[in-house]
């Protein structure tokens, strides 16, 4: 039920609509412009960069949020990761979304930490890489300042050993991660 398609130039206006809407944007580093001429251009760039990877996800074949792999270090081997759930119909589901994500990047890809960076607020998101088995190692004491004010960046990260000794419970979601 859950599918993940690579993120391509006809899907732009709808991942655009789903970056600049409130309950998205609230919980991002930046604003962007509702701009699709600029939508267009991010896309080239990141077409071209193999340290990141982006794909639609899928839910009962509608497309209902962005994934992706960010700062892909081959040589360290880690990547952050970023997703957000464009539409809110689908809001229920976004917990179920995850492990697909790191069994394909622990499994496949051969990644030995994923890390994220959750910004101030978004307890939701805290909670959800906790219940995944991600530790809590630092906080950035005003990192980003957005509207006007400081807020503070709550740093998680997940190493593999521990995705495949205390996780396996969720080794089962698997799906096809086309690069």
């Known amino acids: 039920m859950i599918a993940f398609k690579k993120l391509e130039v006809t899907d732009l206006e709808l991942v655009l609509e789903w970056r600049t809407s409130e309950h ?11 701009s699709l001429e600029n939508q267009y251009k991010w896309f080239e760039r ?17 497309p209902i949020g962005l994934i992706s792999l960010n700062q892909i270090d081959r ?4 990547s952050s990761f970023g997703y957000y759930i464009g539409d809110l119909d689908y809001s229920i589901i976004a917990g179920r979304i995850h492990p697909y994500l790191y069994n394909f990047a622990f499994f496949e ?13 978004n307890e939701g998101m805290m909670k959800m ?12 004491q ?38």
């Open 24 to 34: 998205v944007t609230q919980y991002m580093y930046t604003d962007i412009e509702k």
């Open 129 to 140: 890489h906790r219940h995944y088995g991600f530790s809590h190692v630092a906080t950035f």
């Open 46 to 62: 990141i077409s071209t960069d193999d340290t990141q990877y982006y794909w639609m996800i899928y839910y009962k074949e509608q």
């Open 109 to 121: 890809l051969g990644i030995n930490k994923l890390y994220a960076e959750v910004m101030e607020g």
């Open 142 to 179: 005003e990192h980003v300042y957005k509207n006007n004010q400081y807020y503070n960046v709550e740093y998680f990260e997940l190493l593999s050993s521990a995705w495949k000794n205390k996780c396996r419970k969720f080794h089962k979601y698997q799906a096809e991660f086309p690069i």
């Open 75 to 78: 040589l360290h081997q880690k």
